[in-house]
């Protein structure tokens, strides 16, 4: 079964420091991953996604995430942060199999703040 | 502007109520799901539907029904509800049911049972 952990339920980080948010997945066959952002009262968006193309992946806003096989992670890094990217961000990994297939199992979500 | 619409934006219900949820997106999507979002829980799947004319159960399906009678609408029910179905609701889609396609989100129910 596929499933992903998020270690940190909350990361604060000042202006202009480097923003590093972490997952790790577990999964018994290739996984495809994604990174969702949800700002406050509104739905989730994507970020970014792996699909075995690149191991490094670029997604909006100046975040990216790199798949790292041997560690099994796929960190969502961005080298300066903003105010405006305080949210909550969640790690996914799609379901690969049977019944699972096409789910999208999320983890529990970090929360950014960014002080000024 | 194309996307997923749920309604109500936001529902106070008294519990052993009925309640549906609404979803209708206009994005021809043929896979169809509703996550709940709890506060440290992240987004568990109630129920899904890879395509119109057939629904699947999700982790946390008990308490909760759907139907998937043509490719845009994905309604939730609540036969009775309880306390613990106070959280917020989101419905996505997905364009198939395969492994690397994004999904989109609606903007969400904030539901409370009293």
């Known amino acids: 079964a596929q499933s992903v952990t998020q270690l940190g339920s909350h990361v604060s980080v000042s202006e202009g420091a480097l923003v590093l948010l972490r997952c790790n997945y577990s999964?018994?066959?290739?996984?495809?991953l994604f990174w969702y952002v949800q700002y406050p009262n509104q739905g989730l968006q994507l970020l970014l996604k792996?699909?075995?193309?690149?191991?490094l992946v670029k997604g909006i806003n100046g975040f990216e995430a790199e798949f790292k096989k041997s560690e099994t992670s796929f960190h969502l890094t961005k080298p300066s942060a903003h105010m405006s990217d305080a949210a909550e961000y969640f790690c996914?990994?799609?379901?690969?199999?049977?019944?699972?297939?096409?789910?999208?199992?999320f983890g529990r979500g970090t929360q950014l703040t960014v002080w000024p | 502007i194309a996307g997923i619409t749920q309604a109500p934006t936001s529902q106070i219900l008294a519990a052993g109520r009925r309640m549906t949820l609404r979803c209708t997106q206009d994005?021809?999507?043929?896979?169809m799901y509703w996550y709940r979002q709890d506060l440290g829980l992240g987004l568990r799947l109630i129920h899904y539907?890879?395509?119109?004319?057939?629904?699947g159960k999700g982790e946390v399906p008990d308490g909760y029904s759907v139907s998937r009678a043509n490719t845009d609408d994905f309604p939730l029910t609540l036969a009775s509800a309880v306390p613990s179905q106070t959280s917020v609701y989101f419905c996505?889609?997905?364009?198939?049911?395969?492994?690397?396609?994004?999904?989109?989100f609606g903007q969400g129910t904030r539901l409370t049972v009293v």
């Open positions: 999964s018994s066959v290739p996984p495809y």
């Open positions: 994005m021809r999507h043929n896979a």
């Open positions: 792996y699909t075995s193309a690149a191991t």
């Open positions: 996914a990994v799609s379901g690969a199999r049977g019944s699972t297939l096409g789910r999208l199992y």
């Open positions: 996505a889609t997905r364009q198939g049911a395969s492994m690397n396609t994004e999904a989109f």
């Open positions: 539907s890879n395509t119109a004319g057939t629904t």
